[in-house]
């Protein structure tokens, strides 16, 4: 079965840092495009990352997130990640990992990152 | 970071049609075509289309998509109760390197 099952929100202060992990089983994190999506409580989702893990690995980012966030990918470990700084109260969002097959076609359930001091 | 637009919202009756556009510019829907993903509350989205109109394995037909320039539609027959949920379009965006969402249409089945 294809699933993602992200991890590694939780509470943080302003301005500090996080690292979300997606595990990825029942395909190969390699073969394709990853994306991070997040959607902050009771809005639409907004886009965050993609990494091109098939394709010379090159990154992107939405310009919220620039300079701030870094996305990356392991793949021994079918692992992506999300390296979050400079967090700010306007990033508490659900962080989902997305594949890219034709689009997001197969999504994680989601983890909560909640900035507040 | 400049998104789509989408409308709020749209309610319809039950077994009506409902049709949910998007709009964007050539950087995006007019170039590459938009996705449209389905989000129940407390779930995260599903992927109902792609590039316009294409439907992945197990979506019904009563989903169809469509694109005229820079407008995506999304098209949805025979509305039932289940449909009543939220609706994004997503397109590549060739100038920002970016994917850009719009914010969101509620579907309410009536």
């Known amino acids: 079965e294809v699933q993602m099952v992200e991890s590694g929100g939780g509470l943080v202060q302003p301005g500090g840092s996080l690292r979300l992990s997606c595990a990825a089983s029942g395909f190969t994190l390699s073969s394709y495009v990853m994306h991070w999506v997040r959607q902050a409580p009771g809005k639409g989702l907004e886009y965050v990352s993609t990494i091109r893990i098939n394709a010379g690995g090159d990154t992107y980012y939405g310009n919220s997130v620039k300079g701030r966030f870094t996305i990356s990918a392991d793949s021994s470990k079918n692992t992506l990640y999300l390296q979050m700084g400079s967090l700010t109260p306007e990033d508490t969002a659900l962080y989902f990992c997305?594949?890219?097959?034709?689009?997001?076609?197969?999504w994680g359930q989601g983890t909560m990152v909640t900035v507040s001091s | 970071q400049a998104g789509l637009t989408q409308p709020p919202s749209v309610s319809k009756d039950l077994r009506q049609t409902a049709t949910l556009t998007c709009t964007g510019n050539?950087?995006?829907?007019?170039?590459?075509?938009a996705a449209w993903l389905q989000q129940h509350q407390g779930h995260p989205p599903k992927l109902l289309s792609y590039?316009?109109?294409n439907r992945p394995s197990g979506i019904s037909e009563r989903f169809s998509a469509s694109r005229s320039r820079n407008t995506a539609s999304l098209t949805i027959t025979g509305l039932q109760p289940e449909d009543e949920a939220d609706y994004y379009c997503s397109a590549w965006d060739s100038s920002l390197s970016a994917w850009v969402f719009g914010g969101g249409t509620k579907l309410t089945v009536l």
């Open positions: 997305a594949r890219e097959d034709n689009a997001f076609d197969v």
């Open positions: 590039r316009n109109n």
């Open positions: 050539s950087n995006n829907v007019g170039d590459q075509g």
